[in-house]
């Protein structure tokens, strides 16, 4: 059965950085690294949910899948950032879900270690290729929280189509 709008964002959330990746009908179509400075406030706050509201309407998004922190690793930033995001899904009737990397892993076994996860994903999305290959030259990783962007919506995908069948 074909979904009439099948687009997905998935995001890797953090205080600081966050991974955002959008998946279309199998299609990766954008992926990104979004680095919000200073320290935290109502206006970052605001900054990051409006970045999200942004990709939602521009891609019609009717599914989030938010990769969080471990529950121990959860801020006063964080819990705002994920009940500001699971309020935003809510007023335009997204079905949002969120998990850590360790759930998603449980389910991807492969994908253990951030080079699994590059060489899993470039595997599935070779335009990510060129991503890889910055990142593997680099000794601090910046794009680790786009793959897991990526992953999360993914893996939702996969979910989303398994569900259907």
């Not at 970052?44 to 529950?71: F, G, M, N, T």
């Not at 950032?81 to 007023?91: F, G, K, S, T």
Request: proline share 5%; charged share 20%.
């Amino acid at each position: 059965m074909k979904q009439r709008n099948m687009s997905i964002l998935g995001i890797s959330l953090g205080a600081k950085r966050n991974g955002v990746a959008v998946i279309s009908y199998e299609t990766l179509i954008h992926w990104k690294v979004h680095t919000t400075p200073g320290t935290w406030s109502e206006m970052k706050l605001r900054c990051i949910v409006d970045r999200y509201e942004a990709y939602i309407r521009k891609y019609a998004v009717k599914w989030v899948l938010i990769k969080v922190p471990p529950y121990t690793h959860h801020s006063p930033a964080i819990n705002a950032l994920i009940h500001e995001l699971l309020q935003l899904c809510q007023r335009h009737g997204c079905m949002v879900e969120y998990k850590t990397k360790a759930s998603i892993q449980a389910d991807i076994p492969e994908v253990q270690t951030p080079k699994e996860l590059m060489r899993y994903l470039t595997n599935r999305f070779p335009i990510l290729i060129h991503e890889q290959e910055k990142e593997l030259r680099h000794r601090q990783p910046y794009q680790t929280k786009m793959f897991e962007a990526v992953l999360a919506a993914h893996y939702l995908h996969q979910q989303i189509i398994t569900n259907n069948k």
